[in-house]
Each structure stands twice: as C-alpha cells, then as structure tokens.
C-alpha cells in the first residue's frame, strides 16, 4: 500500500479521510440512481453534507483505531521497553529477577494478528526467562564446583546438582584412566559398579556422543541398575580437550525434555573443566607425596601420615605399629654394580615390601636406603609377624644384572604404642631406629625388638 509518511496513524489517518471524501463525493451520484429527486440530491447543500459525513467517518475511524489498536500496540511497547531495561539492567548485574514471565509478559485478548504479535512476544520472554535461568543454573553449577579441588568431594556434589538441573532420579559418575573406568559417583543405582563395565558407558566414551536409551513400559528392564523403572537413561562423555574424562549416567522416571540435552551440554562443560583441575590437583599432590625412585611416600609426607596415625590411635586407645628397614650392606652394592643397579635394588625392595604389608599400611622412603612403615590397629607381636615376612619376602629377592643374581637382605627394627612408653610420634620413632641399630650391629638380616 502507497505510504505518506513514515508514521503509520498518519498514513491511516490520509487514506480514512481521502475514503470518506470519496463517499462523500460519490453518495449524491448513487442517492440519484436510487431513485431521489435530482434536484434535491445534485444542490451544493447535500453535496457538501455528504462530504462532511464521510470525513467525519474517516475521523471517527481514526479515534477508534487509536483507541483499539493504539492502546494495544503501545502497551507492547511499554513491555518491550521494560524488557530491554532488565536485559541491560542483566548484562551489567546478572540479576533478572524482576523481568519474570508473569511480569513483562502482555494479555491477550484477541484472536487476530495483533493476539499473534502479543503471543509471539510472550514467547519470547519466555525463551529469554528460560534462557536466563539455565545461564544461571550453570553459572551456579560451574562457581559451585570450582571450589572443589578434591576428586571424590567434587563427584559427589556434582552428581547432586546434575540430578537436580536435570531432573533425574538416578545417576553415577564414572572416571576414565589409562584404559579403566572407575565408578566414583552415584545415586539411587543398585550395583553402581556394574556400570564400569556397560556397552553404553564405553561406546559413549570411544565416539564422544552421548546415549539415549529408552525403555518403553511393558519391556522388562535388563541391565538397568536404578531402585526405579525408568523411561529413559542419558550416557554422556565428559571430555576436555577432546580427551575424554569420564561419563555421566541419568536416568528419568519421565522423558527428557528436548531442551535438556543442549542444556546439560552446558552443564558438562563445566564439569569437563573441573574434573581436570581436580585431576590435575590430584597427580601433583600425589608427585608431591611420593619418593620419585620408589614410588612410596616420601619422608616429609609419610611423617604427617604418621602423626595423623598416631593421633588417631591416642584418641582412640588402639594400638599402632611401627618398623624401620635397611638394606644391609648397601654401600657395597654401589661401589661394585654403580648406582644404577643400587636404585633398582631399592626400587625391587619397595615393591615387595608394599606386597607384604596391609592394606591401609603406610611405607615411607625415610631416607637412603632406610625405610619406614606405619602399621595402624599392630600391636607389637602383629608388628613382628609382620617385619619377619618382609624379612623372609627380601632375603628371597634377587636384582639380576648381566648374567648375575644380585641377593639383598634387611635389617628391622619393629615398635608399638601402647607398648612403648612414648608420648609422641617422633619418640617412637627414635626407639624403633634404635632397635634397627641393634640388629645390624649384631650381625644384619634380622628382626629386633624396640
């Protein structure tokens, strides 16, 4: 349609009058071909009357369209403009708690294109509100665990937030290492563990897609774990760098929604990020804590662990074990086969040592060639069985270089508390390296009493 003016009630406004001029021009003409007297229809009078009365309806037309369409359309306006102050007032705080569905969205009350327009734009503060929230759920998500260095403390609270953005009733977390999957998260799974082992866990893992598996009503569940029949069962890969970390397993008592996937992309972002960091921490605190030859601890970190140890066993009047080792006559296999050979001689006596004792048992280099193991629960006979089978267990060992078999033997010293009367950790200690001295002075690869 021709426009006038770049305002559009303008426009309306010339073409309603320019109408109702021509209705008034041409009404004489058709009150003639209807029959009326044309000497009262065709006088000036009538003509002008006729005229009046079609630009006073254009007029009334434009009050009404104002009033109709106007109000509508300036109430949309209003809300548009509102919309656009939260969207700054958001970019610049973060906070768009005030623009809420129920607040900027309009009414509508009518069945045309004008509903159509008010439709669509409370369409689209819903999308901006939905938008808004999950930008905050993973903004919260994200903030929540980068506080968390610790592996398993940081699986633990995702898993709980992924149930709750996700909606799911059920989930675990499994870690990828070297090849392996290790369950380290889960809720609401029975034999959790299970899913180390699960098709859909390593095919996710080898493509980086994620897995939907439905699980329709009248089908008997098979392989799945949950304490409920679910509908559905979301594996996805968390992976940083294209490097997969680990695997998300959700499970639904309802169907995903459609958006939920995209959002929990987001979400597993993340996670992806925070795994590693948590990954990171955790190899350097473990190159921190371990004698980089051996790969037992290290003195300054066993010590702690021995004082953690002996703490425990004070407030909880039980018994702790301690034995210190030696290789005999260590020297002598360095100057004969080097250094090399001597450092895999202690490397082999760590790993058969690590063989012997507990799980739960603490083995330190303590120094050279000297070794120390804290025995938690040992009372002093346990403590001696226990030194006397690592005894036997090295005397057994031979390093073989060239064509010859390299022999070691060990000298312990073996002490407890409560049996000692000591009243710190570095008293034991000493008491025990004193019975070691013992047992090399009178004659080596032997166990002695503190």
Same mark, same amino acid.
């Given at each position: 349609?021709l426009?006038f003016t770049?305002?559009?009630?303008?426009d309306?406004a010339?073409?309603?009058m320019g109408l109702g001029l021509l209705?008034?021009?041409i009404?004489?003409?058709?009150?003639?071909?209807?029959?009326?007297?044309?000497?009262?229809?065709?006088?000036?009078?009538?003509?002008?009357?006729?005229?009046?009365a079609g630009?006073?309806?254009?007029g009334v037309n434009i009050v009404?369209?104002?009033?109709v369409?106007g109000?509508?359309?300036?109430?949309?306006a209003d809300?548009?403009?509102?919309v656009e102050?939260e969207l700054r007032?958001?970019?610049r705080?973060?906070?768009?708690?005030?623009c809420t569905?129920?607040?900027c969205?309009v009414?509508?009350?009518?069945?045309?294109?004008l509903g159509?327009?008010?439709r669509?734009f409370?369409q689209?503060?819903e999308?901006?509100s939905?938008s808004?929230r999950a930008?905050d759920?993973?903004?919260s998500?994200v903030?929540v665990?980068a506080s968390?260095l610790?592996?398993?403390?940081?699986?633990d609270?995702a898993?709980?937030?992924?149930?709750?953005?996700t909606?799911s009733?059920a989930?675990?977390?499994?870690?990828?290492?070297?090849?392996?999957?290790?369950?380290?998260a889960?809720h609401?799974?029975?034999?959790?563990?299970r899913?180390?082992a699960?098709?859909?866990?390593?095919l996710?893992?080898?493509?980086g897609e994620s897995?939907?598996?439905?699980?329709?009503?009248?089908?008997?569940v098979e392989?799945?774990?949950?304490e409920?029949?679910?509908?559905?069962?979301?594996?996805?890969p968390?992976?940083y760098?294209?490097v997969?970390?680990a695997a998300i397993?959700?499970?639904?008592?309802l169907?995903y929604?459609?958006?939920m996937?995209a959002?929990l992309?987001l979400f597993?972002?993340?996670?992806?990020?925070?795994?590693?960091?948590?990954l990171?921490h955790?190899?350097?605190?473990?190159?921190?804590?371990l004698?980089a030859?051996t790969?037992v601890?290290? +003195? %300054?970190f066993?010590?702690?662990?021995l004082?953690? &140890?002996f703490?425990?066993?004070? !407030?909880?009047?039980?018994? =702790?074990? $301690?034995?210190?080792?030696?290789v005999d006559?260590f020297?002598?296999i360095?100057?004969t086969y080097?250094?090399v050979?001597?450092?895999?001689?202690l490397?082999?006596?760590a790993?058969r040592a690590?063989?012997?004792?507990r799980?739960g048992d603490v083995?330190?280099?303590y120094?050279?060639?000297?070794?120390?193991?804290?025995?938690?629960?040992?009372s002093?006979?346990n403590?001696v069985?226990l030194a006397?089978r690592? +005894? %036997?267990t090295?005397?057994?060992?031979?390093?073989? &270089?060239?064509e010859?078999?390299? !022999?070691v033997?060990?000298? =312990?010293g $073996?002490?407890?508390?409560?049996?000692?009367?000591?009243?710190?950790?570095?008293?034991?200690?000493a008491?025990v390296d004193?019975?070691?001295?013992?047992s090399k002075?009178?004659g080596?690869n032997?166990?002695?009493?503190?």
């Amino acid at each position: 349609m021709l426009r006038f003016t770049r305002r559009v009630f303008v426009d309306l406004a010339i073409w309603m009058m320019g109408l109702g001029l021509l209705v008034g021009l041409i009404f004489p003409f058709f009150a003639l071909a209807m029959g009326l007297p044309g000497a009262d229809v065709l006088a000036p009078v009538f003509f002008l009357a006729c005229v009046a009365a079609g630009l006073a309806v254009g007029g009334v037309n434009i009050v009404l369209a104002r009033r109709v369409i106007g109000r509508r359309l300036h109430t949309l306006a209003d809300k548009m403009g509102a919309v656009e102050s939260e969207l700054r007032e958001m970019a610049r705080t973060g906070d768009m708690s005030r623009c809420t569905p129920e607040h900027c969205m309009v009414n509508v009350d009518s069945d045309d294109e004008l509903g159509d327009v008010a439709r669509a734009f409370n369409q689209l503060v819903e999308a901006l509100s939905h938008s808004h929230r999950a930008q905050d759920a993973v903004r919260s998500f994200v903030e929540v665990l980068a506080s968390r260095l610790e592996l398993d403390a940081l699986a633990d609270r995702a898993m709980r937030e992924l149930l709750l953005h996700t909606g799911s009733a059920a989930g675990a977390i499994i870690l990828t290492a070297d090849g392996e999957h290790r369950l380290i998260a889960s809720h609401g799974i029975r034999e959790a563990a299970r899913l180390e082992a699960s098709a859909h866990v390593r095919l996710a893992l080898k493509t980086g897609e994620s897995q939907l598996v439905s699980v329709p009503d009248d089908v008997a569940v098979e392989g799945v774990l949950t304490e409920f029949r679910p509908r559905e069962v979301l594996v996805a890969p968390v992976t940083y760098k294209s490097v997969p970390l680990a695997a998300i397993v959700l499970a639904g008592a309802l169907p995903y929604p459609g958006g939920m996937r995209a959002q929990l992309d987001l979400f597993l972002r993340g996670l992806a990020l925070a795994l590693n960091n948590a990954l990171s921490h955790d190899r350097l605190q473990r190159l921190a804590a371990l004698d980089a030859l051996t790969g037992v601890y290290n +003195r %300054r970190f066993g010590l702690g662990r021995l004082q953690e &140890e002996f703490s425990r066993a004070v !407030r909880a009047q039980t018994p =702790i074990g $301690v034995l210190m080792f030696d290789v005999d006559h260590f020297k002598s296999i360095n100057d004969t086969y080097g250094h090399v050979v001597g450092d895999r001689v202690l490397a082999r006596v760590a790993d058969r040592a690590r063989g012997v004792l507990r799980e739960g048992d603490v083995l330190m280099r303590y120094g050279g060639e000297e070794f120390l193991a804290v025995l938690p629960a040992a009372s002093l006979d346990n403590a001696v069985t226990l030194a006397e089978r690592l +005894r %036997r267990t090295i005397e057994e060992t031979a390093v073989s &270089e060239g064509e010859q078999s390299i !022999r070691v033997t060990v000298s =312990i010293g $073996v002490g407890a508390f409560p049996g000692l009367d000591v009243s710190a950790p570095d008293e034991l200690v000493a008491r025990v390296d004193a019975a070691l001295y013992r047992s090399k002075s009178s004659g080596r690869n032997r166990v002695t009493r503190a």
